[in-house]
């Protein structure tokens, strides 16, 4: 190959990873906006919400299944979500409002290890393949030699929409001014006599659905297995921690942030493993996300985009 | 002692009863087969483990999810120093393995006491990932299927005590006896710190951080030496499981450990420091007994835990005083203004 056309490969691979970064942020997002919320409205503390992740794959694998149709199981997951919700919202979350966290902690394991078990129970524990429905099997040409899977698109334009209606609904609806001023100074939410359950049922089934949307998105392009939640759980944290507590435009862009960093430190991060010093690069790049949440919490305890402690 | 520390028995027969059921354990293992030493001596190191969060969470009210990291991590130094056929006597692992945790949790709990309540929760739980991906992805330890080590050496003053050497029957003798004591040491311990000026300084973080600010105290650094303390003895609870089972994988490290440890000081009760003893010990007889009535162990345990959650709000160490209430923990008054907040404490 000539120089040129090697480089041209490079910028391609960089492109794809970019867009893979994007794409993944925007999922890290949705599952994000999710905790925050229910954090900031709430004040609960939600481990299980990488169960609903799971939960929102496993259902889009059934559907999927039984019908064929990816398109049915999209709708299907986020109607299961707000419907699960709110089951959980009124039957348990509702119990521990006034709770130590200790306790919301000890519910939220209790019901990972209940979610998963079931999972098994009814599905068993082998890892499924999604297949992407056949009119998105195909790649889009970008530019010459590079062209980027169809169904990516179509999740980065799902999840681009979802976060314009969350944007909406927070920014521009009577119940999102509730929602923010509840999240800033819950005691004049009190005071002014709104009735908060109402927001919080709504709250709590909303984030449900995202999560569970999320796992929908994401089963195709992931496969489903089990457990498959827990560890996009752990990075949702830290995108709270880096976008700060209970703020959604801050999980936005700490989303992004993380989605890019983490892809491209685990994409280049093997080719610096060259030599000592190399080895050590390489292993910080794929722990680049921590990094940038311990120097977070260095500097600015309460998130990179505002928030509070 | 001039008035009762809380979190310790509170008159001198329950002093007496505890003696009593260090006294059972100690005499446990001539009555029962060796299976069951094996799994006593697995509740024991659980007790270790849940006592040295306990100082964290009964004592000073700051809930950790990164705990298992540091008992996890113990483990992993000894599999390091004392590889399988190279083994070392416990004098130089138990060190070694305590210092590896303890500068482990100096570094977490110096970045992650900079924040409280909720964030602290995050952040401790992402290190603890951290140093289970550490584990989990490198060869360092033997990768996802973890490793064989050598089990330390009981030995002291040149003389070894060899397992092998004993009866068949009484081969789990040598490590129960040692987990046996290091549990009553740990006890010991601990029960001296909550009673020193150091404990009681934890227990005024625990009820109002900004009153022993107020008073002068500087209570990050408190805060500080209790996690790293806490780490240490969580660091020695894991050497003990690498004594006792001579093996390590990365499920030491992650975070289900922590969150089974915060479990066990729930099931025996926050507001008494035996109670996490009594806790692990219901743990694991919760294990075996969901393992011997059904496949379905972990949904056993999960109906458990929200049982216990929901309705046993004082532990099993609250059973037979049901008007004392929970004490209030620091998250709460400190802690972030959040909607279900407001009413309870404004």
Excluded at chain 1, 11 to 36: D, H
Excluded at chain 1, 125 to 151: E, M, Q, R
Aim: glycine fraction near 12%; aromatic fraction near 10%.
């Amino acid at each position: 190959m000539s120089p040129s056309a090697i480089r041209r490969s490079a910028m391609a691979g960089f492109l794809s990873q970019l867009l893979n970064g994007f794409q993944y942020g925007l999922l890290l997002f949705l599952i994000a906006s999710g905790l925050t919320l229910i954090f900031g409205v709430l004040g609960i503390i939600n481990l299980a919400h990488g169960s609903l992740f799971m939960i929102g794959a496993y259902v889009t694998f059934l559907v999927v299944k039984s019908t064929g149709s990816l398109w049915l199981a999209l709708p299907v997951a986020i109607v299961s979500g707000l419907c699960l919700g709110v089951l959980l919202e009124r039957f348990l979350f509702r119990r521990f409002y006034h709770r130590e966290h200790l306790d919301q902690v000890l519910l939220t394991f209790a019901l990972i290890l209940i979610f998963e078990e079931l999972r098994s129970l009814f599905v068993g524990n082998d890892f499924h393949a999604v297949p992407v429905p056949a009119a998105l099997d195909f790649s889009v040409p970008i530019t010459s030699g590079f062209s980027y899977a169809a169904y990516r698109f179509v999740v980065i334009a799902v999840c681009l929409a979802l976060a314009a209606a969350l944007f909406y609904w927070i920014e521009r609806t009577r119940m999102g001014a509730v929602i923010r001023a509840a999240a800033e100074k819950p005691e004049m939410v009190d005071v002014l006599g709104i009735d908060a359950r109402r927001v919080h049922l709504t709250v709590f089934a909303v984030g449900a659905a995202l999560a569970m949307t999320a796992g929908a998105l994401a089963a195709p392009l992931t496969a489903v297995y089990p457990n498959m939640g827990d560890g996009l759980l752990i990075i949702s944290f830290v995108v709270v921690v880096i976008g700060g507590l209970g703020s959604v435009s801050g999980a936005f862009w700490s989303a992004l942030l993380i989605g890019l960093i983490d892809t491209l430190g685990k994409a280049y991060g093997s080719t610096l493993a060259v030599g000592g010093i190399g080895g050590v690069l390489s292993a910080a790049a794929s722990m680049s996300v921590y990094i940038l949440m311990v120097v977070v919490l260095l500097f600015r305890p309460t998130g990179l985009f505002g928030g509070r402690t | 002692m001039t008035e009762a520390v809380r979190m310790l028995p509170q008159s001198r027969t329950a002093w007496v009863a505890l003696a009593a059921g260090a006294g059972v354990l100690a005499v446990l293992p001539w009555v029962v087969t060796p299976y069951y030493v094996g799994l006593l001596t697995t509740a024991m190191i659980g007790a270790m483990l849940a006592l040295s969060l306990h100082l964290l969470v009964g004592a000073t009210g700051l809930v950790s999810l990164g705990h298992g990291a540091f008992y996890g991590l113990a483990a992993y130094t000894v599999y390091l120093i004392s590889p399988e056929g190279a083994p070392r006597p416990v004098w130089q692992t138990l060190p070694l393995a305590m210092l590896a945790a303890g500068l482990a949790s100096l570094v977490v709990g110096a970045l992650s006491l900079r924040t409280k309540g909720f964030f602290f929760l995050m952040v401790t739980l992402a290190f603890g990932q951290m140093i289970f991906f550490v584990f989990h992805d490198t060869k360092l330890g033997g990768g996802t299927d973890g490793a064989y080590l050598a089990k330390p050496l009981i030995s002291a003053f040149g003389l070894t005590l060899e397992p092998q050497s004993l009866p068949r029957s009484q081969r789990a003798f040598p490590a129960y006896y040692v987990a046996l004591t290091q549990l009553v040491a740990t006890y010991l311990a601990l029960a001296f710190l909550l009673g020193s000026l150091f404990g009681r300084v934890l227990e005024g973080i625990r009820v109002n951080e900004h009153r022993m600010v107020a008073m002068g105290f500087n209570t990050n650094r408190y805060k500080l030496a209790a996690f790293v303390i806490a780490g240490m003895l969580a660091g020695a609870a894991g050497h003990m499981w690498s004594l006792h089972s001579g093996f390590v994988n990365p499920e030491l490290v992650g975070w289900h450990k922590s969150a089974e440890a915060l479990l066990m000081i729930l099931l025996g009760g926050i507001g008494s420091l035996a109670g996490a003893i009594a806790g692990a010990f219901a743990f694991y007889a919760l294990g075996e007994v969901a393992q011997q009535v059904t496949e379905r162990k972990l949904l056993v345990e999960g109906v458990v835990i929200l049982c216990a959650v929901l309705f046993l709000r004082n532990g099993l160490m609250g059973i037979g005083s049901p008007r004392k209430r929970r004490p209030p923990q620091q998250a709460a008054v400190t802690g972030v203004p959040a909607a279900g907040k407001a009413g309870a404490h404004g």
